[in-house]
């Protein structure tokens, strides 16, 4: 199916199927290339759906429009639903020392995403470790919809555009999703790259944790 859409839309495109039951068909397009993200639903839809689809994202008319809401309509009894099962417990912690992560979403999340991401923030563990040789400031796991954020960022020397810098850069994550090439996991894509240099102080972020990185290595 997404060779076909591809074969339809018959400019460059990135195809990402979902299973985000909100936003069944969105469509984002930078100069003549496509970025479009579809429920899986679609995988089984038939060539004048898939038209419908390509053309949709072309033109955005009316016609093919009511034949995908159709075809989400008829098909929406198939999606499955996730069975709850047990789960530890898990403390979401947004105010640290110096930071509080929820004004830092919120922050990002009505500059760059519309207010429309949805996902949890907070701290992550503190490293019992005295000295690393690496550290990872920042992770999101879809399986639990959560993002951490390192510690050590929780400090009065770390600007707040630092640490909303690694906000975001989860927050794409959550947003972009993760595609997979030749059985392996691209967590950074050209999409996700382009979308990462429109943060507004990215480039002094950067800086800043590349001179001051080990500092952050060293324990708390």
């Known amino acids: 199916m997404i060779?076909?859409?591809k074969s339809f839309l018959s400019v460059p495109s990135t195809?990402?199927?979902?299973?985000?039951?909100?936003?069944?068909l969105s469509i984002r397009q930078k100069e003549q290339a496509f970025h479009v993200r579809l429920h899986r639903i679609f995988l089984n839809a038939d060539e004048p759906v898939i038209k419908a689809v390509a053309e949709y994202v072309k033109g955005r008319s009316k016609r093919p429009l009511e034949i995908v809401r159709a075809f989400i309509r008829e098909h929406?009894?198939?999606?499955?639903?996730?069975r709850p099962v047990a789960t530890r417990r898990i403390c979401i912690r947004h105010q640290g020392r110096h930071f509080n992560l929820l004004e830092s979403y919120e922050r990002i999340n009505n500059t760059y995403f519309n207010g429309e991401l949805v996902c949890a923030?907070?701290?992550?563990?503190?490293?019992e470790r005295p000295r690393r040789r690496s550290v990872r400031l920042g992770s999101?796991?879809?399986?639990?919809?959560?993002?951490?954020?390192?510690?050590?960022?929780?400090r009065d020397?770390?600007?707040?555009?630092?640490?909303?810098?690694?906000?975001?850069?989860e927050m794409l994550h959550k947003f972009l999703g993760f595609k997979f090439a030749n059985g392996r996991r691209s967590a950074h894509p050209p999409a996700f790259k382009e979308?990462?240099?429109r943060f507004s102080h990215a480039a002094p972020a950067k800086v800043w944790i590349k001179k001051n990185l080990n500092l952050l290595m060293c324990r708390m």
């Open 121 to 127: 923030i907070t701290w992550g563990k503190t490293s």
């Open 3 to 5: 060779d076909r859409l």
């Open 140 to 154: 999101y796991s879809p399986a639990s919809d959560i993002i951490r954020i390192n510690p050590v960022l929780d």
């Open 15 to 24: 195809i990402t199927v979902t299973d985000n039951t909100r936003s069944m």
């Open 76 to 82: 929406t009894s198939s999606i499955r639903r996730p």
């Open 157 to 169: 020397n770390v600007p707040q555009y630092v640490l909303d810098s690694i906000t975001y850069h």
């Open 195 to 197: 979308m990462e240099k």
